[in-house]
């Protein structure tokens, strides 16, 4: 028990040794003294963030050692290395290395010194890169056409050192960018510009700061004006009887200056509608592959400096022609090795049948397609003796699109 509380005494007499780091003004390597016969510091490894390295070496716990020197390069190991921290704890084995810039490389050596401040050769030099500047929002978007004012929404970053939003803008025919507020707290999600004239372009971005001071990157420029947006398209058409696609049709905006329409789909009703093309002329055929394939629509008009209408409060829903129904076969016989097979059709679209004879033939497994069939009926004179054939048949429209297959039926030549 006496030795356990030794233990944990010992353990946090280095923590807080540890954390006495006394910082140290700038010296360089040449006006310190070095004795090549003291050990250099050994285990020299470290951990990084965007603004901060934190170091950890193996500690010397011999009595001659008064504590630890910290020399630090940038960019190259062949650049000059000053002194940054001077650690008068011989127990000490951590230092944190902050206020740095990040995506930059660092080169760290650690040596030891003796109560005269003389020196031991220094470690290995140990290269450290900070992580990458913060990304910014992942979306930001400006809404114009309101009354002397623009607004600016964005998705509130992830990252839960984010404690504000930069928000900076730029006129049209500016290069220099203006900041113009800052929104405090990570989940705040729009800004109001209220300071903005009339019938111009305005371009905004947001950076992030976190609560140590870091300044993310800016989020890609997005723009608005303060004329009003294109009114919404009206008269939305969409087609459900073509084959493997749909056509889309509206009427034309009355803006003289629409410069296209763009055509957004989804899958469903509701939820996020997704940009698929782009129309000069009031109509848009979406090519499918699939037959039956159901899909909802809204169209946005864009005019000559990029505004784009509201969507429509409801999207129209489009589908590519079905499948024709498989026909019902009705009468199945054998006589001799000839099989007589009869059918009814199901979809006045059919134009044609395709019949599919199957069977196993040894060990193989065969399938036979008998296409371009006009008649309701087939018959087959190939079939031989103790083989079940299995057949079935599909119905064929005018545009090739061909039927799930019918019921199969099962014929056998007795042996």
């Known amino acids: 028990m006496k030795k356990l509380t030794q233990i944990i005494s010992f353990l946090v007499l280095m923590i807080f040794l540890s954390a006495c780091v006394k910082p140290s003004s700038i010296i360089r390597p040449e006006a310190v003294s070095i004795d090549d016969s003291l050990p250099p510091v050994t285990g020299l490894k470290a951990i990084s963030d965007m603004t901060q390295v934190a170091l950890e070496w193996k500690p010397n716990y011999a009595d001659y050692v008064e504590g630890y020197s910290i020399y630090r390069a940038v ?28 995506s930059t490389t660092y080169f760290y050596r650690v040596s030891l010194f003796t109560k005269n401040d003389i020196e031991s050769p220094p470690s290995e030099t140990l290269k450290v890169v900070t992580k990458p500047r913060l990304e910014s929002v992942p979306f930001v978007k400006a809404i114009g056409g309101l009354a002397n004012q623009i607004k600016i929404l964005w998705r509130p970053h992830p990252n839960p050192k984010v404690v504000s939003y930069i928000i900076e803008r730029r006129e049209a025919g500016e290069d220099k960018w203006k900041k113009i507020d800052e929104v405090e707290g990570r989940l705040n999600a729009e800004y109001i510009d209220r300071d903005v004239d009339e019938n111009k372009i305005y371009y905004y971005r947001v950076k ?98 990029g505004l784009e209408s509201l969507m429509q409060d409801r999207p129209v829903m489009g589908k590519t022609l079905d499948k024709p129904k498989p026909p019902k076969i009705t009468y199945a016989t054998v006589v001799g ?25 040894g060990l ?42 019918s019921e199969k039926v099962v014929l056998r030549v007795k042996e």
């Open 364 to 405: 193989k497994f065969r399938r036979i397609k008998f296409t371009d069939i006009k008649s309701n009926s087939f018959v087959d004179r190939s079939l031989k003796p103790g083989i079940d054939y299995k057949f079935r048949v599909m119905a064929v429209d005018r545009y090739g699109i061909e039927s799930e297959p």
């Open 75 to 102: 960019g190259d190991p062949s650049a000059e290395f000053l002194r940054i921290a001077h650690i008068k704890n011989r127990y000490a084995s951590h230092y944190v290395d902050k206020g740095l810039e990040p």
């Open 208 to 305: 992030v700061k976190t609560y140590d001071g870091v300044i993310s990157k800016p989020s890609k420029e997005v723009k608005a004006n303060t004329k009003p947006l294109p009114r919404t398209v009206t008269g939305l058409k969409a087609t459900t009887n073509l084959p493997r696609e749909i056509k889309l049709t509206w009427d034309p905006n009355p803006e003289k200056d629409i410069a296209y329409y763009k055509i957004y789909r989804n899958l469903l009703i509701k939820d996020i509608f997704r940009p698929i093309g782009k129309s000069t002329t009031t109509e848009y055929v979406d090519k499918i592959k699939k037959d039956g394939a159901v899909y909802y629509y809204k169209v946005t008009a864009v005019d000559k400096d």
């Open 337 to 361: 090795t000839t099989a007589n097979i009869e059918w009814t059709p199901m979809d006045d679209r059919a134009v044609s049948y395709i019949v599919i004879k199957s069977f196993r033939d």
